[in-house]
């Protein structure tokens, strides 16, 4: 029943990414400095303060969340993010297709073996081996201790 349910789920994401790209295909392009929703982190250009993390901070392996996090697109010490949040930020800030910015942190809830709908993570958790930190990482361990 699992494999069926993921199967599922794969094809709907197939379907609904075939959809957009065609949609993307009719769509016309949004204008230079128009990309970044109204209302939105960096919209005309203009991006929060980049503060660096402080000590008790939570950042990751991952220096687009690090980034969003530095910039106080995503709380400044990387705690306690919900999933649905990291997804919605992704979108806004880096223009990343909606199924993309589902897909992510619905596998970091399943990867952190939590619940997307409903729990909190924090930056430094999404470094588990073969998650985010993988062999072809330069920042896992087993390479800078060489």
């Not at 794969?10 to 959809?19: E, K, M, T």
């Not at 980034?67 to 106080?72: L, P, Q």
């Not at 919605?88 to 992510?104: L, W």
Request: charged residues 25%; aromatic residues 10%; proline residues 6%.
């Amino acid at each position: 029943m699992a494999l069926f349910a993921e199967l599922s789920q794969g094809i709907v994401f197939a379907v609904w990414d075939l959809s957009l790209t065609l949609l993307n295909l009719v769509t016309p392009n949004r204008k230079v400095g128009k990309v970044t929703p109204a209302g939105c982190s960096g919209e005309g250009g203009k991006w929060p303060e980049f503060i660096p993390p402080k000590e008790g901070d939570s950042r990751c392996s991952c220096p687009a969340l690090n980034a969003m996090a530095n910039h106080g697109i995503l709380p400044r010490d990387g705690k306690n993010i919900s999933f649905k949040e990291m997804g919605k930020r992704i979108h806004e800030t880096y223009n990343f297709s909606p199924s993309f910015c589902f897909f992510v942190p619905s596998y970091a809830a399943d990867m952190l073996k939590k619940k997307y709908a409903s729990d909190t993570f924090d930056l430094a958790e999404l470094d588990l081996h073969n998650g985010i930190e993988h062999d072809a990482s330069l920042v896992r361990e087993s390479l800078i201790n060489r």
